[in-house]
């Protein structure tokens, strides 16, 4: 292993798993509402996933799934009476109010935080934003109990520092990982951050048309000011509109980095030339590659469908070639599959496909790196991190036998009023926290 390592910290998929079609903007989301979910596939799929990556040699870690349905913010709204009584109230009266309250959207673990390296920060320390994400009520709920998880496992002030969420009404929308890359020569040295932004809360506006901009300008300097980013280090980009108008709704469903590459689709950005001299001057003398997409050979929408750039683009050990890990859609797609074929004999440093199926969370919106966040950190941090929470061969077995415990194979959105389903969630939860070693965690436990 390596001194510094990019371990990828992946989302657990909760047992609550369903397609409300909450989210506006993301169209697989909004064109699956109602449709039958199946939470132990999905699960299973996202455990599949870290398996394959842990057996390439990548440093594979997991974030748990957060309470569902949450009804401490059912009981903040007025509701009360036992738990039960609460979810049967909240369906009469409100169920949409209950569906975004069982969402177990924090499986999409991209949103969850953003994260600087020790090697780019102040300090020398390991920093962690977890995200607000105030521009959906349903995820809106999650930067609490998100920021608590990633306690557990970073749990030493003397290599990684936790700041709270962003505050600030209506304004400073925070999106998370989903709109912040990194590039650098190698993980261990000083890189360039990249923060995405859609729109601008204060001075001249950004206005799209269809969907709304989810990230800030104000949110993405605040973080780079609060993790103590160099300034020469750190740049701003606006995200096309388009793209967002056309369903991108994070900037990772049309760019992903790695290293000293950019793959991005050639509409991602506002500002492409302007873009790519500030990413130059700021990473110095060393040769960035940017790969760009043309609309011509894959057109944004099948882009956008099939999540090509909603991949993770590693480099597995013991080789500079880079590896890109894909939707099973991707290959399915034609002109993208087409595009990828050729791009692995092109000159630049992607010369390997893997293609993964997590068709589960596709069809709500979220592809393999949704499900992923990244963490750099070098061996005296790694050593640090709490070990529950790395992924094993024997922990896989583990969590592949809970899920078949305690998950349904089907949910449909009349199942969410169902008060067994409370309990269940509340089982496998409680098994999780034994498991994970964690004690009494999740509220429910406290009562």
């Known amino acids: 292993m390596s001194a510094t390592v990019e371990m990828n910290f992946d ?55 957060h309470e569902r349905p949450h009804i401490p913010t059912l009981r903040k709204m007025g509701f009360s009476g036992t738990d039960q009584s609460i979810v049967e109230k909240v369906n009469k009266s409100a169920p949409g109010l209950l569906a975004r309250c069982y969402s177990a959207s924090s499986m999409w673990a991209a ?43 970073f749990n030493n002030d ?16 925070d999106e998370g990982a989903a709109n912040h890359n990194r590039l650098c020569n190698a993980y261990g040295e000083q890189g360039v951050e990249l923060f995405v932004y859609g729109k601008k809360d204060f001075g001249s506006s950004t206005m799209t048309n269809r969907y709304p901009a989810r990230q800030s300008l104000e949110a993405s300097m605040a973080i780079a000011r609060k993790h103590g980013l160099a300034e020469s280090k750190t740049v701003m980009a606006l995200q096309s509109l388009e793209v967002i108008d056309a ?18 689709h050639e509409q991602a950005f506002a500002d492409k030339a302007n873009l790519f001299a500030k990413l130059n001057e700021a990473f110095g ?45 991707s290959q399915e797609n034609k002109s993208v599959h087409s595009y990828l074929l050729d791009l692995i004999e092109q000159d630049t440093p992607i010369k390997h496909l893997e293609f993964v199926d997590v068709r589960q969370s596709m069809r709500n919106g979220g592809g393999p790196a949704c499900l992923r966040l990244r ?20 922990l896989f077995l583990t969590l592949n036998n809970w899920v078949d415990k305690h998950y ?36 429910f436990q406290k009562v």
């Open 111 to 153: 949103n969850a935080a953003t994260v600087s390296p020790g090697s780019d920060t102040a300090d020398g320390r390991v920093h962690f934003t977890p995200a607000n994400l105030k521009t959906m009520f349903h995820r809106s709920i999650e930067h609490g109990m998100t920021g608590d998880i990633l306690k557990a496992i």
């Open 285 to 329: 003398d060393t040769a960035l590659h940017f790969i760009e997409v043309p609309e011509d050979r894959v057109s944004l929408s099948d882009a956008i469908k099939s999540y090509l750039f909603n991949s993770q683009l590693v480099n597995l050990p013991g080789g500079e070639d880079m590896t890109l890990i894909l939707p099973m859609e």
């Open 11 to 65: 989302g657990l998929i909760g047992s609550t798993h369903n397609y409300a079609g909450l989210s506006q903007g993301n169209l697989a989301s909004t064109n699956n509402a109602e449709h039958v979910s199946r939470p132990r596939q999905a699960a299973k799929e996202g455990l599949a996933k870290m398996q394959r990556l842990h057996q390439l040699g990548l440093q594979q870690g997991i974030l748990i799934p």
């Open 247 to 264: 369903g991108g709704f994070h900037n990772d469903v049309v760019s992903v980095t790695n290293k000293n590459v950019l793959f991005m």
């Open 158 to 173: 003397k290599y990684f520092h936790h700041h709270d969420a962003l505050s600030g009404g209506i304004y400073l929308g």
């Open 375 to 394: 963490v750099v950190m070098n061996e005296q941090q790694l050593a640090a991190v709490n070990p529950s929470f790395l992924f094993t061969d024997r």
């Open 408 to 443: 349904r194979d089907e949910l449909c959105s009349t199942d969410l009023a169902d008060p067994a389903l409370l309990f269940e969630s509340r089982a496998a939860l409680d098994e999780l926290t034994q498991i994970m070693q964690l004690g009494s965690f999740y509220s």
